[in-house]
């Protein structure tokens, strides 16, 4: 059962262009929501986070927007190049769980055309 | 700054054939994790450990075993490979302390079953 559902599973951007990927997830118990970065032969990297005390959170060109009531968290990528080509993942865990485990969604390959 | 290492890169095993996937970390990070990476899936996860001699399944566990003697190594063991194992693996560490959520990702072993 899949508990982080990530959409759209591809996008294509132009350079400049806003990129926004969504993900809902059905664990009420879930405090912590990361998104993940991943570079073709490479292990994901962590871009940024958000906890479920804020709505929003911002980091240079990447935001997460987070609706608790509604379970659903989203990346937007301002002004998208084409070096943020790459797959991302958004993922959550229950930060006081033992093992603070990472429920994945299945990625969005992000493609920015110059 | 090593932090996450897998061997090897790359494999192609034989069915029926058994390898184990080496992980070591050097963050001294308590918390280790195995995850598999299947095409548009995401990772799920397949094994994860809280500490030196502790082991716990994660949602896939069929097929693998895994070990964890010292706070740096946690190898994965695949007996009797089968083609459904074909994956890319990844190894992650976190420290394991509450409020400390980062985990670090390995590059990666892409596994082969033919």
């Known amino acids: 059962q899949q508990q982080v559902k990530q959409s759209p599973q591809s996008l294509i951007v132009q350079k400049g262009g806003i990129s926004i990927i969504n993900c809902a997830y059905e664990?009420?118990?879930?405090?912590?929501f990361p998104w993940y970065q991943q570079f073709p032969g490479k292990g994901p990297a962590l871009l940024i986070a958000?906890?479920?005390?804020?709505s929003e959170k911002k980091e240079g060109r990447f935001t997460i927007s987070f609706n608790k009531s509604a379970k659903q968290f989203s990346l937007h990528i301002m002004d998208s190049q084409p070096g943020d080509s790459a797959t991302y993942f958004c993922?959550?865990?229950?930060?006081?769980?033992?093992?603070?485990?990472?429920?994945f969604g299945g990625g969005t390959r992000v493609l920015v055309k110059p | 700054n090593a932090g996450v290492t897998q061997t090897p890169k790359f494999r192609i095993l034989k069915i029926g054939q058994s390898m184990t996937l080496q992980c070591t970390q050097d963050?001294?990070?308590?918390?280790m994790y195995w995850y598999r990476q299947d095409p548009g899936m995401g990772l799920k996860l397949i094994y994860y450990?809280?500490?030196?001699?502790?082991?716990d399944k994660g949602e896939v566990p069929n097929g693998y075993n895994v070990s964890r003697s010292t706070t740096e190594d946690f190898p994965l063991r695949l007996e009797l490979a089968a083609p459904s194992q074909t994956s890319v693996y990844f190894c992650?560490?976190?420290?394991?302390?509450?409020?400390?959520?980062?985990?670090?990702f390995g590059q990666g072993t892409r596994l082969t079953v033919v």
């Open positions: 992650a560490s976190r420290l394991g302390q509450v409020g400390n959520t980062e985990a670090f």
């Open positions: 664990n009420t118990a879930f405090d912590y």
């Open positions: 958000i906890r479920p005390d804020v």
């Open positions: 993922a959550a865990s229950p930060v006081a769980a033992a093992g603070n485990k990472l429920t």
């Open positions: 963050m001294n990070h308590n918390y």
């Open positions: 450990s809280v500490g030196a001699g502790i082991t």
